[in-house]
């Protein structure tokens, strides 16, 4: 009996590439929403740094154009923070399309392969009826030829 082939292997072969195009890029987008998480936090550190600088130069004493240099840099880490968050929003929706993406052609694969598998389940099956029937017909025809 000739060799197993799946009639589908290369939609399979085709299927499995794009899920591993799409995983990569995956990894690239939630890579970007750790940088993105990363960044917003050490604006936020910055934030709070220069809040305690306010807070310890106020309790010292300090100028009212001091003050507004302080105030004016605590708008300026709010408006960098608020640019961050927005892009990390950004950035989080964009790897939860693409993961949906990647949901669905691993969902494909799944299934080609699937049915790759009940295919050759029924060819393993097919070659053991087969070697059943040889060894019958080889049994019967050497019992034949013994027979008186």
Sequence with gaps: MKK?????STVLGYKQQVQEGLQNEHAQLVHRVREAEQRLEELEEA???CNRELREAEAKGITVAEALKYQSALRYWEQQIHE?????VQCRRAAEAKRAELVVA???TA???KV???KHEEYR?????????FIEELVAS?????AP
């Design 125 to 133: 099956h097919q070659v053991q009826k087969s070697e059943e029937l």
């Design 116 to 118: 790759r598998e009940r």
């Design 142 to 146: 050497q019992w034949g030829a013994t």
């Design 84 to 88: 961050a968050r927005a892009h990390l």
């Design 47 to 49: 934030y709070r740094s």
């Design 4 to 8: 197993f082939q799946f009639s589908l």
């Design 106 to 108: 691993r969902q494909e």
């Design 111 to 113: 299934s080609l392969e």
